[in-house]
């Protein structure tokens, strides 16, 4: 399984305050999409100057907290969710995955209880 990233998610009930927290504490806003899946997923991608990266998550659902998360970007989605698949990971969405023009996703829940939302970027994309 080849990681092109790896970096902290936030999924939030208000992500436009969790964002200006991390403005305060250096990162830039990299870019927004907007309409994510069945959720309608706002996702805020920040960087610091240092390089790290955040993105900062909020779906259209009742969230009875914050859930931190770990994004891991992947060359290849299928090999990597299967191997997720069969160390006893559940998909949120059932089986189903989700696709925006740039990218092929789902959120992941460990048999632990920590969160995985598994991205591979669509490189030949509009």
Do not use: C, W
């Not at 994510?36 to 259209?60: R, T, W, Y």
């Not at 089986?95 to 995985?116: C, H, M, N, Q, W």
């Amino acid at each position: 399984m080849k990681i092109t990233s790896f970096n902290p998610q936030i999924i939030t009930k208000d992500a436009e305050a969790t964002a200006g927290l991390f403005e305060e504490l250096g990162f830039e806003r990299k870019h927004t999409k907007k309409d994510i899946g069945v959720k309608n997923v706002v996702d805020i991608v920040m960087k610091n100057a240092d390089g790290f990266h955040l993105d900062i998550s909020q779906p259209e659902m009742e969230l009875p907290h914050d859930i931190q998360a770990i994004r891991i970007n992947v060359r290849d989605f299928e090999e990597a969710y299967e191997l997720f698949i069969s160390r006893g990971f559940r998909n949120f969405y059932g089986d189903e995955r989700v696709y925006t023009p740039s990218s092929k996703s789902a959120v992941l829940l460990a048999p632990t209880g920590f969160v995985i939302n598994l991205v591979e970027h669509i490189k030949d994309h509009n």
